[in-house]
């Protein structure tokens, strides 16, 4: 029997009760979702998912960001159990290594653009995003030990940036609300201002104005450190948890120039752009800067198994291979077979659909021009998009951009009017944001659009209703 067809052998209400008894969930608050009980998601197929109760949910966020092949796909499936069959695991420690890790690592070398001088021919391995930006904290350390100067220690990032929830990650990303639980960051991590320019420019400033005086925060800080303490600069090419956070074309350049002029080092964290997702296998080419290193996980797969790494640059790569001797950091699932099997198989597809391309050249610009669209409703103060990912802020007044108040939860409210009419589309504060499956063709872009106005709509409605607007 068809694992599509199989019937549910639990009620829902089983499920949600097992579920409440039993799972502690990430980023969930638990006394709220005792109340109502989580959503069962139980199948998949292309751009859809399905909850317990046979609902059919488009998903415009590809499961968390990963998806970009979509859903369904039987050759990832057919490479994990081939290499389930052929060797399912095997470690990378002290000195042996595995084909399709070996064959990922040249893969990944391959498409990943040169920049300058310098290429990217090496990859380290992780499970996780978060576990490779952990990892990009070890090499940049160990990297300035060897160079002798150990002093440089501190790691810039950005608020609201995130780059993950081990400690090193969470540290390095800039929520408040992860620092707040733990003691967070951990020392030698410090953030700067994120080049938001919705709500951060002043009055009359120009976007280009704007990103290169939000670039020109790096250089204080650094200035502030002290700039032989400074180690890295992380960023992600636009923020994408932080709520789709697309930065002034003349911000990345600004940037460029400042950490090439202290010398620091530049960890572009692409778990979310790289793949696709920008219409490029990596988004530093999109913006035309020279990281050091790259941080990936997520769409590498499409999700349908775990796998990070780090691209490593030669800069580094050249320090840490030829003066480093043992480094003395691995996960035991660094370059796990399986997973590298299955983002092989994942990496053929987009290839030979020209994912990326297809984001560029025609799905991107489309979807461009439906947010451009969509930006004349009434609840819209901005819509935007890059690449196949998107945002809209909701506002109470059109015409002066007057932000709703927090504490009324506008974009929860719009949420759950996209969830209940078969969209999942996700709220960071009243801003809405989607990251589609790179496989929409032009028809499902029109249906996703035609369920964003439909959440528009009945969110405005209600609020109507409600007096609040
Ligand atoms: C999701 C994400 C991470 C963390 O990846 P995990 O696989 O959840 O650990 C890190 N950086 C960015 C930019 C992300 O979007």
Same mark, same amino acid.
């Given at each position: 029997?068809?694992?599509?067809?199989?019937? +549910?052998?639990?009620?829902?209400? *089983?499920?949600?009760?097992?579920?409440?008894?039993?799972?502690?969930?990430?980023?969930?608050?638990?006394?709220?979702?005792?109340?109502?009980?989580?959503?069962?998601?139980?199948?998949?197929?292309?751009?859809?998912?399905?909850?317990?109760?046979?609902?059919?949910?488009?998903?415009?966020?590809?499961?968390?960001?990963?998806?970009?092949?979509?859903?369904?796909?039987?050759?990832?499936?057919?490479?994990?159990?081939?290499?389930?069959?052929?060797?399912?695991?095997?470690?990378?420690?002290?000195?042996?290594? +595995?084909?399709?890790?070996?064959?990922?690592?040249?893969?990944?070398?391959?498409?990943?653009?040169?920049?300058?001088?310098?290429?990217?021919?090496?990859?380290?391995?992780?499970?996780?995003?978060?576990?490779? +930006?952990?990892? +990009?904290?070890?090499?940049?350390?160990?990297?300035?030990?060897?160079?002798?100067?150990?002093?440089?220690?501190?790691?810039?990032?950005?608020?609201?940036?995130?780059?993950?929830?081990?400690?090193?990650?969470?540290?390095?990303?800039?929520?408040?609300?992860?620092?707040?639980?733990?003691?967070?960051?951990?020392?030698?991590?410090?953030?700067?201002?994120?080049?938001?320019?919705?709500?951060?420019?002043?009055?009359?400033?120009?976007?280009?104005?704007?990103? #290169?005086?939000?670039?020109?925060?790096?250089?204080?800080?650094?200035?502030?450190?002290?700039?032989?303490?400074?180690?890295?600069?992380?960023?992600?090419?636009?923020? $994408?948890?932080?709520?789709?956070?697309?930065?002034?074309?003349?911000?990345?350049?600004? @940037?460029?120039? @400042? #950490?090439?002029?202290?010398?620091?080092?530049?960890?572009?964290?692409e778990?979310?752009c790289a793949f696709?997702r920008?219409?490029?296998w990596f988004a530093?080419?999109?913006?035309?800067?020279?990281?050091?290193?790259? !941080?990936f *996980?997520?769409a590498? !797969?499409?999700?349908? /198994?775990?796998?990070?790494?780090?691209?490593?640059?030669?800069?580094?790569?050249? #320090?840490?291979?030829?003066?480093?001797?043992?480094?003395?950091?691995?996960?035991?699932?660094?370059?796990?077979?399986?997973?590298?099997?299955?983002?092989?198989?994942?990496?053929?597809?987009?290839?030979?659909?020209?994912?990326?391309?297809?984001?560029?050249?025609?799905?991107?610009?489309?979807?461009?021009?439906?947010?451009?669209?969509?930006?004349?409703?009434?609840?819209?103060?901005?819509?935007?998009?890059?690449?196949?990912?998107? $945002?809209? #802020?909701?506002?109470?007044?059109?015409?002066?951009?007057?932000?709703?108040?927090?504490?009324?939860?506008?974009?929860?409210?719009?949420?759950?009017?996209?969830?209940?009419?078969?969209?999942?589309?996700?709220?960071?504060?009243?801003?809405? /944001?989607?990251?589609?499956?790179?496989?929409?063709?032009? *028809?499902? /872009?029109?249906?996703?659009?035609?369920?964003?106005?439909?959440?528009?709509?009945? !969110?405005?409605?209600?609020?109507?209703?409600?007096?609040?607007?």
């Amino acid at each position: 029997m068809n694992a599509l067809t199989t019937p +549910n052998p639990l009620s829902t209400q *089983a499920i949600q009760a097992l579920d409440s008894a039993h799972f502690i969930h990430p980023f969930t608050d638990h006394a709220d979702l005792a109340t109502r009980g989580s959503r069962v998601i139980v199948k998949s197929e292309g751009i859809y998912i399905w909850d317990s109760e046979g609902e059919k949910i488009l998903d415009a966020m590809s499961g968390l960001w990963c998806v970009n092949a979509g859903y369904g796909r039987k050759e990832l499936a057919q490479a994990a159990f081939d290499q389930m069959m052929t060797l399912p695991f095997y470690n990378s420690f002290f000195q042996t290594t +595995n084909v399709p890790a070996v064959k990922l690592a040249a893969k990944l070398a391959s498409l990943a653009p040169k920049v300058g001088e310098r290429s990217f021919e090496h990859v380290f391995y992780s499970s996780s995003g978060s576990e490779s +930006n952990d990892s +990009n904290v070890r090499m940049v350390r160990r990297y300035w030990d060897l160079l002798g100067q150990p002093q440089r220690k501190v790691i810039i990032s950005r608020h609201n940036a995130y780059h993950g929830s081990t400690m090193a990650g969470a540290s390095l990303g800039g929520m408040s609300g992860m620092h707040a639980q733990g003691d967070l960051p951990i020392p030698n991590i410090t953030h700067i201002d994120q080049p938001y320019f919705f709500e951060n420019a002043l009055p009359g400033e120009t976007a280009d104005e704007f990103g #290169v005086r939000a670039a020109r925060w790096l250089e204080d800080k650094i200035l502030a450190v002290g700039p032989d303490k400074v180690a890295a600069f992380i960023a992600e090419p636009i923020q $994408g948890a932080g709520g789709v956070i697309i930065p002034p074309a003349s911000y990345w350049p600004e @940037i460029q120039r @400042i #950490v090439d002029k202290y010398g620091i080092l530049l960890i572009s964290d692409e778990v979310i752009c790289a793949f696709g997702r920008l219409g490029h296998w990596f988004a530093y080419e999109k913006f035309g800067y020279k990281p050091d290193l790259v !941080t990936f *996980a997520k769409a590498v !797969t499409s999700g349908y /198994i775990p796998l990070g790494g780090v691209m490593v640059g030669d800069r580094v790569a050249k #320090v840490l291979i030829e003066k480093g001797g043992e480094f003395n950091h691995g996960y035991t699932y660094s370059g796990h077979p399986v997973a590298c099997a299955v983002a092989l198989a994942n990496l053929e597809i987009m290839e030979r659909e020209q994912l990326p391309q297809r984001v560029k050249d025609d799905i991107g610009p489309y979807l461009a021009s439906c947010f451009e669209a969509i930006g004349t409703h009434p609840l819209v103060g901005v819509a935007e998009t890059c690449g196949f990912t998107a $945002g809209l #802020v909701l506002v109470k007044n059109k015409a002066s951009r007057e932000r709703f108040d927090e504490n009324l939860g506008v974009g929860m409210m719009c949420r759950r009017h996209c969830f209940q009419n078969g969209l999942i589309m996700r709220a960071v504060g009243d801003r809405m /944001i989607i990251a589609p499956p790179l496989t929409m063709t032009h *028809a499902d /872009i029109d249906e996703m659009m035609r369920l964003i106005r439909q959440a528009l709509d009945l !969110t405005l409605q209600e609020l109507t209703q409600k007096g609040l607007i």
